[in-house]
């Protein structure tokens, strides 16, 4: 199958390993990924803020951009949330978008419903807990996905971490405009990832993952994170 990656600003802008190991993902599945050179925001970011008009003018750039493809595929539970859930919504051609959203997949929904994968040939001997990250979770529904995935890998050790799917603070602007609030989540989240012992903390989205992580390594609590495509992109 000829995929398309959708990287995503935050993987391109700040975390490029984690498409990166989204790409040796699906090769060591067999399938070609190709990167749309043209691709930028996908307006996510514009749309919760308000700024509307804006926002179309990206979104009808995404759908021109991947329409021509197959499948999309993103290490993203949040931009593939707004693909699906909110480009229709705003674009200058709604049913265009509607077909672009309908080929758009997270990368553990995609490997478990579209290629029907669940051992993708992983290798990582630690102690993980995973965050079902807030789009992922109530968004796109993936469901226990990620774990299935997470359970396949070789010489890991998952452990349950407590009360999951609580939010994690971060949500965007919303960190920004409740820092208050966003911070006192985090120390919530945290104090129940120390609770695990585990020495990795993983999750569908960098976004979260970058808030979870600072607050870890301010603490001093050397857990330390990586995103789900990173542990399904490890072999011995």
């Known amino acids: ?7 995503t600003c935050l993987a391109d802008a ?16 067999g399938h070609e990924v190709v990167f749309p050179r043209g691709q930028t925001c996908c307006g ?12 179309r003018k990206l979104v009808g750039h995404h759908v021109d951009v991947f329409e021509p493809y197959d499948a999309i595929v993103a290490p993203s539970g949040s931009c593939v ?10 674009a200058r051609d709604p049913v265009l978008a509607e077909r672009v959203a309908a080929k758009t997949w997270e990368l553990s929904e995609f490997l478990v419903d579209v290629l029907g994968v669940v051992d993708v040939g992983a290798s990582f001997p630690h102690r993980v807990t995973y965050h079902p990250t807030c789009h ?18 070789r010489g890991i050790e ?8 609580q939010c994690c603070g971060f949500g965007g602007t919303f960190a920004l405009k409740n820092a208050d609030t966003s911070a006192a989540m985090l120390a ?13 903390v993983t999750a569908g989205d960098s976004s979260c993952l970058m808030h979870i992580g600072g607050g870890l390594s301010r603490a001093g609590t050397g857990v330390r994170t990586l995103h ?3 542990i399904l992109a490890s072999t011995l």
């Not at 968004?139 to 997470?150: A, H, I, T």
């Not at 919530?188 to 990795?200: F, N, S």
């Open 158 to 165: 998952l452990v349950e971490l407590p009360a999951a799917d």
């Open 81 to 90: 949330g707004s693909v699906r859930h909110q480009h229709a919504a705003i």
């Open 1 to 7: 199958m000829r995929i398309a990656l959708f990287a």
């Open 14 to 29: 700040m975390f490029p390993e984690v498409a990166i190991a989204t790409v040796t993902v699906l090769e060591r599945l």
């Open 44 to 55: 996510q970011m514009h749309i919760n803020t308000g700024y509307q008009r804006q926002a």
């Open 136 to 153: 992922s979770l109530r968004m796109l529904r993936v469901g226990d996905k990620p774990l299935r995935l997470l359970r396949a890998v």
């Open 228 to 230: 789900l495509a990173q």
């Open 188 to 200: 919530d989240k945290m104090r129940h990832i120390v609770q695990t012992d585990a020495e990795v």
